[in-house]
């Protein structure tokens, strides 16, 4: 396997093990978020925000993977 390969498995494991990690944490989230809102309606927005954030974890997989290639 040449150079050129390595990269792409690096990029590929970049990219696929912080969708899983943001995925894992969304689902978390997600959960606390329909829980607090069942309770209180006026929660909607911050557990929305909450349930974004983790997906800056995937913009920096993303952004490795490009400078990795």
Do not use: Y
Not at 40 to 58: A, D, H, Q, R, Y
Request: glycine share 16%.
């Amino acid at each position: 396997m040449g150079n050129e390969g390595l990269k792409a498995i690096g990029a590929g494991l970049a990219v696929g093990l912080t969708g899983l990690a943001s995925a894992i944490a969304e689902r978390d989230i997600g959960s606390a978020a329909v829980g607090a809102m069942a309770e209180n309606e006026s929660l909607f927005g911050k557990g929305l925000i909450l349930t974004v954030i983790p997906e800056t974890i995937v913009i920096f997989g993303l952004v490795v993977a490009l400078l990795i290639s």
